[in-house]
């Protein structure tokens, strides 16, 4: 999924809790939320990020949210 406040400010995540920014120039990808799940949306307004996900358990799977200001 991706999201932005414009075209050169993208919040970017997916499969095993990838979450990346794109800032117009650089790409930061956040290595320390790397894990066995999955972050299936993610909105931005201005300066606040949050994105919902679930970590894979083939029994009780958890609810994962992710909230951050850059």
Same mark, same amino acid.
């Given at each position: &999924?991706?999201?932005? #406040?414009? @075209?050169?400010? $993208?919040? @970017?995540?997916?499969?095993? !809790?990838?979450? +990346?920014?794109? #800032?117009?120039?650089?790409?930061?990808? !956040?290595?320390? $939320?790397?894990? !066995?799940? &999955? $972050?299936?949306?993610?909105? /931005? /307004?201005? #300066?606040?990020?949050?994105?919902? +996900? !679930?970590?894979?358990?083939?029994?009780?799977?958890?609810? @994962?949210? @992710?909230?951050? &200001?850059?």
């Amino acid at each position: &999924r991706v999201r932005g #406040n414009a @075209i050169n400010d $993208l919040v @970017i995540v997916g499969e095993y !809790y990838m979450l +990346g920014h794109f #800032n117009d120039m650089t790409f930061k990808h !956040y290595e320390e $939320l790397r894990g !066995y799940g &999955r $972050l299936v949306s993610v909105d /931005q /307004q201005n #300066n606040f990020v949050v994105a919902v +996900g !679930y970590l894979f358990n083939p029994i009780h799977s958890q609810a @994962i949210v @992710i909230r951050g &200001r850059r």
